[in-house]
């Protein structure tokens, strides 16, 4: 049991630091809006997803909310989309994302 806590201490220390999630090639140009853009096109929604926690260990809530964000942006291009727009607030790790095409 005690090797146990302490692997786990172990994992937590080197892991807080570091993002899992890393922005795919194109995803950096993609902007993130609040609310749905006018004069664009709707290219869908995705749903995007990162661990919350592990096992005891809940996750930076920010952290998570980036990652999420990330894994959006890097959905958009596939979708021929510039710009993703949140639906709704981070569930869990859990984030639905609408996609549009704003021809900027």
Avoid at 21 to 50: F, I, L, N
Avoid at 63 to 80: Q, W
């Amino acid at each position: 049991m005690r090797n146990a806590v302490f692997v786990l201490a172990a994992l937590t220390a080197t892991t807080a630091g570091c993002t899992w999630v890393h922005m795919a090639p194109g995803a950096s140009a993609v902007r993130v809006v609040a609310a749905a853009p006018s004069g664009c096109q709707p290219r869908g929604e995705v749903e995007v997803s990162v661990k919350a926690s592990l096992g005891p260990y809940e996750r930076n809530p920010l952290r998570v909310h980036d990652e999420l964000e990330t894994l959006a942006r890097n959905e958009a291009p596939g979708l021929s989309a510039d710009t993703v727009q949140p639906l709704d607030g981070p569930e869990d790790g859990v984030q639905r994302y609408a996609m549009w095409r704003c021809g900027r």
